[in-house]
T-cell receptor
Framework: DSGVTQTPKHLITATGQRVTLRCSPR?????VYWYQQSLDQGLQFLIQ???????AKGNILERFSAQQFPDLHSELNLSSLELGDSALYFC???????????FGNGTRLTVT | TQLLEQSPQFLSIQEGENLTVYCNSS?????LQWYRQEPGEGPVLLVT?????EVKKLKRLTFQFGDARKDSSLHITAAQPGDTGLYLC?????????FGAGTILRVKS
């Protein structure tokens, strides 16, 4: 058990809808990362937060947004969903920069 | 084009065989990490290699960082079915941790 909790585990929704994925980091970890994993793209970095502030941004679509709250949990919001957004979405946390990442077990999103 | 190229993409071997998987880049990394991911779970860190030429051992797994810090390899001795999984290398690039596409390893008993 990595100590990182992601909910929900599975999500099935229709095109055009909006969903929110939630992540609780390991106790004591200030950094939260979001990754998207698909068969054709592999594990792609989306965004990182450190203690509530955005620290780094990857190839995150404008339809996607994220935030980290004062209690350090994070949410990833995906809107105007398309079929191609179907993927596994992972959250990871770390104590800080250059520290190992601890991944949750992911949310499997299926857009129909 | 991936910043970190992993090969082979897929490897299916019998229990007891040895294998090596590779992680290559044209860029220099201050360190590289190796993760293993099993179905239904997130990646789990195996090791971080930091110094060029460094060799680290984790039981039957041997990790090597290239002298120029552009490549790394993972060698497994006497593979076991429990070694089955997706092996990912990762390195920090532009303030982001980027991953290779991974090697899917299947060890048959």
């Amino acid at each position: 058990d990595s100590g990182v909790t992601q909910t929900p585990k599975h999500l099935i929704t229709a095109t055009g809808q909006r969903v929110t994925l939630r992540c609780s980091p390991r106790s004591g970890d200030l950094s939260v990362y979001w990754y998207q994993q698909s068969l054709d793209q592999g594990l792609q970095f989306l965004i990182q937060y450190y203690n509530g502030e955005e620290r780094a941004k990857g190839n995150i679509l404008e339809r996607f947004s994220a935030q980290q709250f004062p209690d350090l949990h994070s949410e990833l919001n995906l809107s105007s969903l398309e079929l191609g957004d179907s993927a596994l979405y992972f959250c990871a946390s770390s104590v800080g920069r250059d520290s190992p990442l601890h991944f949750g077990n992911g949310t499997r999103l299926t857009v129909t | 084009t991936q910043l970190l190229e992993q090969s082979p993409q897929f490897l299916s071997i019998q229990e007891g065989e040895n294998l090596t998987v590779y992680c290559n880049s044209s860029s220099v990394f201050s360190s590289l990490q190796w993760y293993r991911q099993e179905p239904g779970e997130g990646p789990v860190l195996l090791v971080t290699v930091v110094t060029g030429g460094e060799v680290k051992k984790l039981k039957r797994l041997t990790f090597q960082f290239g002298d120029a810090r552009k490549d790394s390899s993972l060698h497994i001795t006497a593979a076991q079915p429990g070694d089955t999984g997706l092996y990912l290398c990762a390195g920090e690039y532009g303030n982001k941790l980027v991953f290779g596409a991974g090697t899917i390893l299947r060890v048959k008993s």
